[in-house]
C-alpha cells in the first residue's frame, strides 16, 4: 500500500515567495483602506469648517418638489429617499426594457448582415454604421424634438384602429382593468411559462441524444398562449379593458408613456442595438465555415443551421461583449437629464440644489450605477458559465 505524502507546511519566513505576496497584499490593503479614510476626514473637517452640513439624514425630509412621471404613487411632501427611489425605479425601467429591445433589434440585424439577399445586407450594414457613428446624446435630442414638434397636439392624436394613439404627449395604449379575473388569466400564463420552459429543456434534450430537432420557439410560444387562454376562460373570459381617449389636454384612460420616456428608450435602443448587431456578426464569423458545411450535410435549413448549431458556438463570443453593451446602455441612460426625463441623475440633481448635500447626493449616483453594473455583470457571467461549451 502506497504511503501517503507527508502535508506540506507553510513556510512562515521572508524567504518564501508566498508568505512574502500575503504580506505585500494586506500591505497594499491597509494602505488603500487608509487613503480612503484620510479623504473622508479631510473632506469631512473642512465641510464643519465652511459651515457646510453633511450627512444623510436629508433623506427622511420632506423632498417639497414633484416628479412628472413615476412607477409607484410620489406626492412632493413623501421624503428625499422615496424621491430616489422614484428616480432608480425610472432609470431601471429604461435599462431593462431598454436592454430587451436592443437584444431582439441588434440580433436580427447582426444575423441580416449573414443575408442571400442584397438589399436586406445593404439596410442592415447602412443601419449599423449609420446610428453607432451618431452620438448617443444627439439621438436622445432628435427624438425628443420628433415628438414634441413635428407630432400633433394631443386633441388631434395620430391612431392606430382607435386604440392607440400618437401625439405630443407621447404614446397611449389600451391596458387590461385589474381584477380577479385577470390574477386568473396571469396565473394561467404563468403555468404555461413553466411549461414551456420543460419544453424547451426536453426539446433540447431530445435533440443531442438523437438529432433531430424539434420546434424551440413556436411550440413554446403557443404552449403561453394557451396556458393564457386556459386561465382567460377558467376566469369567465373577463374583457375589461381602459381604451385611451383623447382629451383637451390630456389622454383620458388607458396608459401612456410620456415624450420624454419615449425619446431616451428609442435613442439607447438604436444606438446600442447597432454594436449589438456587430457584436452579433462577429460571433457568427468566429465559428468555422465547416460547422455550416456539416449542418447542411445532416439536412438542417440555413435557419436550422443558425439557431441550432451556429449561434450556440457563437454565444462564447458573444456574451462577454454583449455585457460591455448592457452596461453602456443602463449608464448611458443618465443623459436622460438632457431631456428632462426623471431619473436617479434628475432626482440627484433636483436633491443637491435644494440641501446643498453635494457629495451625499453623488454617493447615491455612484452607488447605485455600481450596484446595477455589478448585477448585470454577475447575471451574465453565471449565463456565459452555462452557454460555454463544455467538453464530454
Known amino acids: 500500500m502506497a504511503e501517503r505524502a507527508p502535508p506540506k507546511r507553510r513556510d512562515w519566513s521572508w524567504r518564501s515567495q508566498a508568505f ?8 497594499a490593503v491597509v494602505l488603500v483602506a487608509g487613503g480612503l479614510w484620510y479623504l473622508a476626514h479631510n473632506t469631512l473637517v473642512n465641510m464643519q469648517a465652511r459651515g457646510i452640513q453633511s450627512g444623510f439624514d436629508f433623506l427622511a425630509q420632506p423632498a417639497g418638489f414633484d416628479i412628472g ?14 424621491a430616489f427611489l422614484v428616480g432608480v425605479l425610472n432609470t431601471l425601467r429604461v435599462a431593462i426594457v431598454g436592454i430587451v429591445l436592443a437584444t431582439l433589434l441588434g440580433t436580427l440585424l447582426g444575423i441580416g448582415r449573414f443575408s442571400r439577399n442584397a438589399l436586406v445586407r445593404g439596410i442592415c450594414y447602412a443601419y449599423v454604421e449609420v446610428f453607432r457613428n451618431v452620438p448617443v446624446l444627439l439621438q436622445l435630442l432628435m427624438w425628443y424634438l420628433t415628438f414634441t414638434e413635428l407630432l400633433p397636439p394631443v386633441a388631434e392624436p395620430l391612431s392606430v384602429g382607435g386604440l392607440f394613439w400618437l401625439s405630443k404627449n407621447g404614446f ?11 390574477a386568473i388569466t396571469a396565473a394561467g400564463g404563468a403555468v ?13 434534450r431530445h435533440f443531442e441524444k438523437t438529432g433531430q430537432p424539434r420546434s424551440m420557439v413556436l411550440v413554446p410560444l403557443a404552449i403561453v398562449v394557451v396556458g393564457l387562454a386556459a386561465g382567460w376562460l377558467v376566469a369567465g373570459a373577463p374583457r375589461e379593458w381602459s381604451v385611451p381617449v383623447p382629451g383637451t389636454f390630456t389622454m383620458d384612460g388607458g396608459a401612456s408613456a410620456t415624450p420624454e420616456f419615449m425619446a431616451v428608450l428609442l435613442g439607447l435602443v438604436f444606438y446600442t ?9 462577429a460571433g457568427i464569423q468566429s465559428v468555422a465555415h465547416g460547422q455550416t458545411e456539416a449542418a447542411s450535410s445532416i439536412g438542417l435549413s440555413k435557419n436550422l443551421a443558425m439557431r441550432l448549431v451556429i449561434l450556440p458556438q457563437a454565444l462564447r463570443v458573444i456574451i462577454p461583449p454583449m455585457t460591455s453593451q448592457y452596461l453602456n446602455l443602463t449608464k448611458n441612460s443618465s443623459l436622460a437629464v438632457a431631456i428632462g426625463y426623471p431619473d436617479v441623475v434628475s432626482i440627484a440633481n433636483t436633491a443637491l440644489n435644494q440641501t446643498g448635500r453635494a457629495v451625499e447626493c453623488i454617493a447615491i449616483i455612484m ?16 449565463y456565459n458559465a452555462r452557454a460555454a461549451i463544455k467538453e464530454r
Open 192 to 204: 404555461g411559462l413553466v411549461l414551456a420552459w420543460a419544453y424547451h429543456r426536453w426539446a433540447r
Open 20 to 27: 512574502r505576496g500575503l504580506v505585500y497584499q494586506v500591505l
Open 273 to 281: 442595438s447597432a454594436f449589438i448587431a456587430e457584436v452579433v456578426r
Open 69 to 82: 412621471e413615476s412607477v409607484i404613487p410620489y406626492d412632493a411632501l413623501d421624503p428625499y429617499w422615496k
Open 172 to 182: 397611449a395604449f389600451p391596458t387590461p382593468l385589474w381584477n380577479l379575473g385577470l
Open 367 to 382: 452607488l447605485v450605477y455600481l450596484t446595477t453594473s455589478l448585477s448585470t455583470s454577475a447575471f451574465m457571467n453565471w
